[in-house]
């Protein structure tokens, strides 16, 4: 497959079959983004970060690790990482957050509406939805268990490759936020490879 270009505050859907990876690239550099994969088809099986910190008995991430489902089966594999940071703490961001945090009055794209959105053209219709995976976010986490977002430390031409260990229905954002994106908002791409 070819790279796609997923446009900044923008977002895709896609699905993928068992042994199929994904590679997700960031293009400029510094920019974040939301994955969120449920088992295809069912809408009761999304990936869960606590089953993954549960499994792992850690909560950084990276190469060889298995994200796994709320079902307690493996869902996708890290099998190539450039970066060594991401963060699985952080909800995807929403319009309230905007408007709490950010004092935002009217509409801001957010990775909750982009995720909700191409996940529906594939057929899951979805309540609240579960932690993203949140590909090049550099959240920190200090001694006393204060959470902070720092710049990405991903680079242009960084890219994650994640291996699907079940059929998968996933949508990906390209985050809108500024505050984990050093200020602005970039494009991402993925390609699926088989």
Not at 21 to 38: H, K, M
Not at 111 to 139: D, H, I, Q, S, Y
């Amino acid at each position: 497959m070819t790279l796609i270009t997923i446009p900044a505050r923008g977002s895709a859907g896609f699905v993928m079959e068992r042994g199929q990876r994904l590679r997700i690239v960031d293009i400029e550099g510094g920019q974040s983004g939301d994955l969120l994969a449920y088992r295809r088809g069912d809408a009761a099986e999304p990936l869960s970060n606590g089953r993954t910190f549960d499994y792992l008995g850690k909560i950084a991430l990276g190469t060889g690790d298995v994200l796994w489902s709320s079902r307690s089966n493996p869902m996708l594999t890290i099998v190539e990482d450039d970066v060594g940071r991401h963060d699985f703490l952080y909800g995807a961001c929403t319009l309230e957050m905007y408007r709490l945090q950010h004092g935002v009055k009217g509409h801001h794209p957010n990775c909750t509406e982009n995720l909700t959105n191409e996940l529906g053209k594939l057929g899951l219709v979805l309540g609240p939805l579960p932690t993203p995976f949140n590909f090049f976010m550099n959240a920190v986490v200090d001694a006393r268990g204060a959470i902070a977002l720092g710049a990405s430390l991903s680079k242009a031409g960084d890219a994650i490759v994640l291996r699907a260990e079940m059929p998968l229905a996933v949508a990906l954002s390209a985050c809108p936020a500024g505050t984990c994106n050093g200020g602005t908002q970039k494009p991402v791409a993925y390609e699926l490879l088989d």
